[in-house]
């Protein structure tokens, strides 16, 4: 009965071992038989896109506008996407890239300075600017304030004293492609005739009293942004609007500006 049990176990195993290699035959043969698919006329190769680098500044700059100026009361959305949108990295000096979007000024050379994005910010905002507008701007510097403005009106007009910032200003603004900005080597005090009169005029160093020539090149309900004051000293900054004769004046704030530098500065 043992020897009988025993049997058919091996027989049994026998069993599943050719069934188990029939399988494996069969797979194989399958496998060997089955012909790779013609390619159809509509498969396209796959092609990885090229994924946009991203801009390394696009966070502190956000950062800026959100905490810096839009958190103290600026509310214009057309100076906000502005200020959101013009590189300032792009207009500071090498050695203060790394502090470009810090509420701070920064020196640019000769003296001179970047203003604190927060009051750029304010400064344009009180000029109330709307596509169309013309606008003059007295004192290039580093061209920021510039980019600013042609970012909100298509023609802005803007005069720097000293060469060497008027040349790398203009280089900046051409090079990103701020084309409906002239710019001009010239003592701003005058103004700038040939291209008025403006929608507003904005200031952007100290003289020590208010030009009447600038008031005079401004439109019948025209806007002067401009801080007053003697170097190093107290300084205001001014509201002018000008209704036909009559000159209306507001004081703004204190601010810290760089004189005006020119056959007029004090």
């Known amino acids: 009965m043992k020897q009988r049990h025993s049997l058919l176990l091996k027989r049994g195993a026998a069993v599943l071992l050719i069934i188990a290699a029939a399988v494996i035959l069969l797979i194989i043969f399958t496998t060997w038989r089955r ?4 390619p159809s006329a509509t498969d396209t190769p796959f092609v990885t896109q090229a994924t946009p680098t991203a801009d390394p500044y696009g966070k502190p700059r956000e950062h ?5 100026i839009e958190a103290r009361g600026i509310a214009d959305p057309d100076v906000l996407r502005a200020m959101s949108t013009v590189p ?3 207009f500071v ?5 790394a502090n470009a979007y810090i509420d701070r000024p920064l ?11 927060y009051i750029v910010a304010a ?3 009180l000029l109330k600017l709307k596509r169309g507008d013309r606008v003059l701007e007295i004192g290039t510097g580093s061209g920021y304030q510039a980019a600013v403005l042609a970012e909100i009106t298509d023609e802005v007009y803007t005069l720097e004293i000293i060469e ?8 900046t603004l051409r090079r990103l492609g701020y084309h409906n900005v002239q710019i001009k080597h010239a003592d701003g005090y005058y103004g700038w005739e040939e291209h008025g009169p403006y929608d507003a005029i904005i200031v952007t160093c100290a003289p020590d009293h208010i030009p009447q020539t600038l008031i005079s090149q401004l439109k019948d309900g025209g806007r ?4 007053v004051g003697p170097p190093g000293g107290y300084q205001t900054l001014w509201l002018i609007e000008k209704h036909g004769k009559e000159v209306v004046s507001r004081n703004v704030m204190g601010v810290v500006f760089v004189p005006l530098t020119g056959e007029h500065s004090p």
Do not use: C, K, N, W
Not at 164 to 171: G, K, N, P, V
């Open 123 to 125: 400064m344009t905002e």
């Open 224 to 227: 002067l942004v401009v801080p």
């Open 88 to 90: 300032r990295h792009e």
């Open 35 to 38: 012909e790779p698919p013609s």
């Open 93 to 97: 000096l090498p050695d203060y890239v």
């Open 64 to 68: 800026m506008v959100e905490f810096d």
């Open 164 to 171: 060497d910032l008027y040349s790398r200003a203009q280089e």
């Open 107 to 117: 020196p640019i050379g000769y003296g001179q300075t970047i203003s604190q994005p």
